[in-house]
């Protein structure tokens, strides 16, 4: 049913959940699963060296959620599992992916790390949800 499941990650407690219900799906269904990793855009106003720094930060943060999305969904053939860093609007940047690569199904946390935490739903997950090209499962 789900050739090509597309998980979008931020490191919180949620996505690290949705890592291991994706990682279920794929292997029940012998999907691809590609995983996204989206940090904030740096404001080019900082300046050298305060730019470079502030990027190697963000890509380095981003890297170690990506790692720990990776390790939670465990054991997947290497060619079923892709993984993707991208900087910019993470609810945009999700579902331009998901658009981009023809994904079957969306999975994330129902809420991330942003300040809001008492939500039900996180303002990501409810603009995913609202303009996704494909079905999407939000994980508690």
Known sequence: MFERILLAVD????????AKVAADLARC????????VVYAPIPPYLGEPNLQRAINSRLDEAQAILQKAVEAAGDLPQEKIHTELLEGDA???????????????????????????GLLLGSTSQKVLSHAPCPVLIVR
Request: charged share 25%.
């Open 11 to 18: 490191g919180s407690e949620h996505a690290l959940h949705a």
């Open 29 to 36: 269904m012998k999907a691809e699963l590609r995983i996204v």
């Open 91 to 117: 609810a945009e940047a999700i579902i331009e992916v998901a658009k981009t690569r023809n994904s079957d199904l969306i999975v994330m946390g129902s809420r991330g790390l942003g300040r809001l935490a």
